[in-house]
């Protein structure tokens, strides 16, 4: 089994006006997620959680002031975004990017290349992506299309867990993989993520602003997450409670506190 450790974490990002101070986002994450396991991230919207997704995979706007963050024991901060990949780290982003000019297959099978230290063998790879591609109701003449090039958002999130289940990664996080989703995708994208739970026995860390995707996706352990940090930690009840309460018990005691 593999274990993400997000110990004590602090992250600053850079303003657009160079000259400003970078301001800190993150204020100490505590967090361990192992295979298996699913761990739903909630709060409200600028609390951070994109800020920790993007911290873990990598992102150079995004500056890690102290704190650490392993896989399996190995520093995860001093890897590369590509060597993060191949430790067995996948973001599924909030907003995926748009790559003009690359088709969906090409970058598939380069991303799988990278990430699998080989080139898959073309016949395993023409029907290992064409049955993916059909678990998630993804029309095979996208196979041609750019990525995510005037996709919807429904059809991004799709790419993004045709992703997951071919790059099989020992630790996926999604961030609000839900937004935008209609009942339909909601529910392709989910079964997506709950297939990749039983194939790979991965460990998740699903990052969410609604509750919605949780009658799909059940999560083990609920973080509510406010100001830069996790606030309090629970089961599935905790998720109840927000779905009742909103973030209004949890934001007022973080006022209360600063
Ligand atoms: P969430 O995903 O919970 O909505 P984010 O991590 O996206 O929150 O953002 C947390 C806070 O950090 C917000 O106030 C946001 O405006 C700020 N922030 C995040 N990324 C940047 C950036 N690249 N430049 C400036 N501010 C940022
Ligand atoms: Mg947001
Ligand atoms: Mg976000």
Known sequence: TSVLEVKDL??????????????????????????????AIMGPNGSGKSTLSYAIAGHPKYEVTSGSITLDGEDVLAMSVDERARAGLFLAMQYPVEVPGVSM?????????AVRGEAPK?????KETKEAMKELEIDPAFAE?????????????RHEILQLGLLKPKIAILDETDSGLDVDA??????????????EHGGILLITHYTRILRYINPDFVHVFVDGHVVESGGSE?????????????TQAAQAGA
């Not at 301001?23 to 396991?37: H, M």
């Not at 297959?105 to 290349?113: D, E, I, P």
């Not at 090039?149 to 999130?157: A, I, R, T, V, Y």
């Open 105 to 113: 297959s090409n970058f598939l099978r380069t991303a799988v290349t």
């Open 238 to 250: 905790l998720a109840d409670e927000l779905e009742e309460n909103g973030y209004v018990r949890f």
């Open 122 to 126: 073309l016949r395993h790879w023409v």
């Open 145 to 157: 299309r750019s990525v995510n090039e005037g996709f919807s958002g429904g059809e991004k999130k």
């Open 186 to 199: 909601l529910r392709i994208v989910s079964e997506g993520v709950n297939r990749y739970k039983e194939r």
């Open 10 to 39: 602090h992250v600053r990002v850079a303003q657009t006006d160079a000259t400003a101070e970078p301001i800190n986002i993150l204020k100490g994450v505590n967090l361990t997620v192992r295979s298996g396991e699913t761990h």
